[in-house]
């Protein structure tokens, strides 16, 4: 198997530049942030049991989706009829 670099092959790229951009949470997104965090208190302040860790990794995994869209819970987009504009922006 043949393994090659971008820049063995292309020589005239210029380098990789990466720029992180940090941006706080929306409103929404904060609500929904805090309410998941109060539901599971106990999960969060728990001892360390193998459950207690699954049940740790779901809450974790629904602040994840908090924190990349608000939308993605159920009946938290505006709507029916669900339409495109600036609030998908303004919630994200």
């Known amino acids: 198997m043949l393994r ?14 990466e720029i992180y951009l940090y941006v706080g949470m929306s409103t929404l997104q904060k609500q929904l942030y805090k309410s998941i965090l109060s ?9 360390g049991l193998a459950a207690d860790k699954i049940k740790l990794l779901n809450v974790l995994m629904q602040l994840k989706k908090v924190c990349n869209h ?20 303004t919630a994200s």
């Open 39 to 47: 539901g599971h208190i106990d999960v969060v302040n728990s001892t």
């Open 70 to 89: 608000p939308y993605l819970f159920e009946g938290q987009e505006p709507g029916p009829p669900f339409v495109d504009g600036e609030h998908l922006v």
């Open 4 to 17: 090659r670099l971008k820049s063995d092959v292309e020589t005239s790229l210029l380098p990789k530049k």
